[in-house]
């Protein structure tokens, strides 16, 4: 029987890319956390930046997803070829599976004697992770003891091991704490320029701030309750330090256009003279309740502009997410903007249902489909 070639090209499987399988790898580890209470998903991430420029496709794709055999139930070397992942990545991910009742220093041992130079890697930079004693700054004591036992009594021989066995191979993997990525400031600094040449908002710059933690003080109020985002507040737009470092390239300039956006549309002033009036009339209705409807008047009245105020600023940051959502397809496109999205929801709130955020995805999706 013959297979028309429409019928061969519809077997095939694409390939993913980096940026699909960043988003497989957390939303595979969302309910995940570390010792320290981190999202476990932020750990692959960093491996595979511990590979450095030397790394192939493969080890990056095989380093994302290096715990995934074995730390998620439902994942197997079916599913993973199912997802459009080659031999070469599924075998990597194979070795790196801890197989059950192994020693540790048989497991390590199994990957040495694979001679699976990319395995090796991953394995050698998964340690180098672990170690990161910087990492450990701010737990509890018990916890820091616990990472330091792991690390004298486990790791540290582990990495001496395979050290020995890559040679100079070990030598591309990056061994202290991972440092800033100063490129991808100017990345992101770079395509705040381009989006607002030739405006008033050309004067606005980038700040990167790093958060560690919900309560991290800071000169911005909503600063102290949030961990991870991107912000327009006059004079400039702000993104935490975790955006920076995770945020693939691509997608920085519909997040960026979202935010330049808020700016474009002035929605801050409106926030400001919202809050104003707010005041004033509360002022009024509190004063006017307080003679004619004694001796609650003004309880109910505040209780009621509390009420209303509620309601408004959920109807106005709705409508001004949307515009904004408007304004980065104009800049960005809508498949870039919807991925832009959907990545900055996982990134920030895992697999949670998101309503709000959902129901842009959701209308930008039926939108684009009509066009």
């Known amino acids: 029987m013959r297979i028309s070639p429409w019928a061969r090209k519809a077997k095939i499987i694409k390939h993913p890319s980096i940026?699909?399988?960043?988003?497989?790898?957390?939303?595979?580890?969302?309910?995940?956390?570390?010792?320290?209470?981190?999202?476990?998903?932020?750990?692959?991430?960093?491996v595979m930046a511990r590979l450095g420029s030397a790394s192939t496709e493969a080890e990056k794709h095989a380093a994302l997803l290096h715990d995934v055999l074995e730390d998620v139930v439902h994942a197997t070397a079916d599913f993973l070829r199912e997802q459009g992942y080659t031999e070469e990545e599924i075998e990597m991910c194979q070795l790196l599976r801890r197989l059950d009742g192994e020693t540790y220093p048989a497991f390590i041992d199994r990957i040495i004697d694979s001679g699976n130079v990319g395995a090796m890697r991953i394995k050698l930079s998964d340690l180098y992770d672990n170690t990161d004693e910087e990492r450990a700054i701010g737990a509890s004591s018990d916890v820091r003891r616990q990472l330091v036992d792991m690390a004298d009594n486990r790791y540290r021989p582990a990495i001496a091991k395979l050290k020995l066995a890559l040679g100079h191979f070990a030598t591309?993997?990056?061994?202290?704490?991972?440092?800033?990525?100063?490129?991808?400031?100017?990345?992101?600094?770079?395509?705040?320029?381009?989006?607002?040449?030739?405006?008033?908002?050309?004067?606005?710059?980038?700040?990167?701030?790093?958060?560690?933690?919900?309560?991290?003080?800071?000169?911005?109020?909503?600063?102290?309750?949030?961990?991870?985002?991107?912000?327009?507040?006059?004079?400039?737009?702000?993104?935490?330090?975790?955006?920076?470092?995770?945020?693939?390239?691509?997608?920085?300039?519909?997040?960026?256009?979202?935010?330049?956006?808020?700016?474009?549309?002035?929605?801050?002033?409106?926030?400001?003279?919202?809050?104003?009036?707010?005041?004033?009339?509360?002022?009024?209705?509190?004063?006017?309740?307080?003679?004619?409807?004694?001796?609650?008047?003004?309880?109910?009245?505040?209780?009621?502009?509390?009420?209303?105020?509620?309601?408004?600023?959920?109807?106005?940051?709705?409508?001004?997410?949307?515009?904004?959502?408007?304004?980065?397809?104009?800049?960005?496109?809508?498949?870039?903007?919807?991925?832009?999205?959907?990545?900055?929801?996982?990134?920030?709130?895992?697999?949670?249902?998101?309503?709000?955020?959902?129901?842009?995805?959701?209308r930008l999706e039926a939108r684009h489909a009509t066009d």
């Open 172 to 362: 591309t993997v990056t061994s202290g704490p991972l440092t800033f990525d100063h490129n991808a400031v100017k990345h992101w600094k770079k395509e705040a320029r381009r989006l607002s040449e030739g405006t008033l908002l050309s004067r606005f710059p980038i700040r990167v701030v790093e958060k560690h933690g919900l309560f991290t003080p800071w000169y911005l109020p909503m600063f102290w309750f949030t961990r991870s985002g991107v912000f327009a507040f006059p004079p400039f737009i702000a993104v935490t330090r975790d955006v920076v470092e995770a945020c693939p390239r691509p997608l920085v300039r519909p997040i960026l256009a979202h935010e330049i956006g808020h700016l474009h549309k002035l929605h801050s002033v409106f926030w400001f003279a919202f809050i104003l009036l707010f005041f004033k009339l509360g002022k009024l209705l509190i004063a006017f309740a307080g003679n004619h409807f004694a001796p609650y008047g003004q309880l109910w009245a505040f209780i009621g502009l509390i009420v209303v105020a509620a309601m408004a600023t959920f109807r106005i940051q709705h409508w001004f997410e949307r515009s904004a959502d408007d304004y980065a397809v104009e800049v960005a496109g809508p498949d870039l903007t919807i991925k832009a999205i959907k990545w900055a929801k996982q990134h920030i709130h895992g697999d949670r249902s998101i309503p709000w955020i959902d129901g842009r995805i959701a």
């Open 19 to 46: 940026l699909d399988t960043i988003t497989l790898a957390s939303s595979l580890h969302a309910d995940q956390v570390d010792k320290l209470g981190v999202p476990y998903y932020f750990h692959p991430m960093r």
